[in-house]
């Protein structure tokens, strides 16, 4: 099995990082149902004001190509594309477990 770990910092005010993270959350936790290798997936909104990332998402797909099966899966593009414009950084670690 695979970890795929994501985070983002977003632009914006408090309130528009606020909202694009929602409507993001709810998109990736549609996807387990529309996205077969797709095990799980877990979003958090990052509560803490002291810090600097947004938004982290943790995915469980069988094997590291399953990774890239997520990654161009039309309903994860579409979801990936509510962070068009507000996206300020991403960082990224899939490992094996």
Request: charged share 25%; net charge negative; aromatic share 6%.
């Amino acid at each position: 099995m695979v970890k795929h770990i994501v985070t983002f910092r977003l632009q914006g005010t408090p309130e528009e990082r606020l909202e694009v993270a929602r409507r993001f959350r709810e998109a990736l936790l549609a996807l387990p149902g529309q996205i077969e290798v797709l095990k799980s997936i877990e979003v958090g909104i990052n509560q803490n004001p002291a810090e600097q990332w947004d938004v982290v998402l943790t995915a469980v797909v069988p094997t590291m190509a399953d990774v890239e099966v997520y990654a161009r899966h039309p309903a994860h593009v579409a979801a990936a594309g509510l962070l068009a414009g507000h996206k300020a950084d991403r960082a990224c670690v899939d490992y094996e477990f």
